[in-house]
């Protein structure tokens, strides 16, 4: 969901700056990058291991994060472009489609919402209720159960390395967007397929049902 249907990493760096600051850790907004793609809890447990840093606790801060998430969502969101294109063509070529996010579901339900696409979902999972989150497997491989589908039949659309990691542990193929300061990270090369858009995605899902076939940009 975050950076493939909502333009929400910028709001997520945004949000976790303050909220780290006012816990007393100091953060530039690049450094949030390098946890993109993890559930809250373990984004703030990876600050508390990398900077010996000691909030009132974990779940304290991850709130905090959540609450503000919130309000900017409802305020600020915008989708990403192709968004509609995308679901229109997943559907009108027999596609079931799922959401698999490493965010707490309060945000999945205030970005459906927002963008009025609740139903355009089928089964919609949330990290939260997982063992791990992202880059393990286990959100999607309960979005998958949920729906009754095979992970073979299955791709995924992801804009962050650990969400490819996540997709391909599921066994999943993999279409990787990323925006475009990463488009070159080379971390990508994992993934199935790489676009540029979800225009792009669009156009290409027509040919992406053969694994390994090239995917046009």
């Not at 304290?60 to 063509?89: F, K, N, Q, Y």
């Not at 997982?130 to 880059?135: C, M, S």
């Not at 390395?161 to 999943?172: E, F, H, K, R, T």
Request: charged share 30%; glycine share 6%; with cysteine.
């Amino acid at each position: 969901m975050d950076g493939v249907l909502v333009d929400s990493e910028p709001l997520w760096r945004r949000a976790e700056v303050a909220c780290f600051a006012r816990y007393g850790l100091e953060l530039e907004e690049s450094e949030c990058t390098q946890t993109m793609g993890l559930r809250i809890d373990e984004a703030v447990g990876y600050w508390v291991a990398k900077r010996s840093w000691s909030p009132p606790s974990v779940e304290v801060v991850a709130a905090a994060i959540v609450d503000e998430m919130e309000s900017r969502i409802r305020e600020e969101a915008t989708p990403i472009p192709g968004v509609e294109a995308a679901l229109d063509a997943a559907e009108a070529g027999g596609w079931r489609i799922g959401l698999a996010s490493s965010s707490p579901m309060r945000l999945i339900e205030a970005t459906l919402d927002a963008f009025r696409l609740r139903s355009r979902f089928e089964a919609c999972r949330s990290a939260e209720h997982e063992r791990l989150g992202k880059p393990h497997p286990d959100v999607y491989r309960s979005t998958l159960r949920t729906m009754g589908v095979d992970a073979r039949d299955a791709i995924a659309i992801e804009d962050s390395v650990n969400g490819v990691a996540s997709a391909l542990a599921a066994g999943m193929r993999c279409v990787a967007i990323p925006e475009p300061a990463h488009r070159e990270d080379p971390r990508f090369d994992a993934a199935t397929w790489r676009l540029d858009s979800l225009h792009a995605f669009a156009r290409s899902l027509p040919g992406l049902r053969t694994e390994g076939e090239e995917a046009p940009r």
